[in-house]
């Protein structure tokens, strides 16, 4: 019986389809019923102690009150966007309140 040889190549490729298929299979989490909301982030940048802490505990429901609550005038950290529950979301935001502090609200 002749074995046949396997390349580098065909193993790689195998192997990436492999892998994609289980990836592809694997059930994700329900996001229909969340909440979009928004938070600032200095990820690959630098920012100074005050924006850093600023952007560590609070959550926007607006995309442009994110745009506005800058600790100071040289925080030059982004926008980015979060998916929370329902539930969570009415918990942080009641009454129509565009910030919530985590240290305070939760």
């Not at 790689?12 to 928004?38: E, I, Q």
């Amino acid at each position: 019986m002749k074995v046949k040889k396997v390349t580098r190549r065909a193993f790689l490729s195998s192997t990436a389809v492999a892998g994609a298929t289980v990836t592809m299979g694997c059930p994700r989490p329900n996001l229909t019923n969340g909440v979009k909301v928004f938070k600032r982030s200095a990820r690959g940048i630098h920012v100074s102690n005050a924006a850093k802490k600023n952007n560590f505990n609070k959550l926007y429901k607006t995309f442009l009150a994110a745009k506005r609550g800058r600790a100071h005038k040289g925080d030059h950290s982004y926008v980015v966007q979060l998916i929370i529950s329902r539930q969570l979301f009415d918990t942080l935001f009641p009454n129509g309140n565009l910030v919530a502090d985590l240290r305070h609200d939760l």
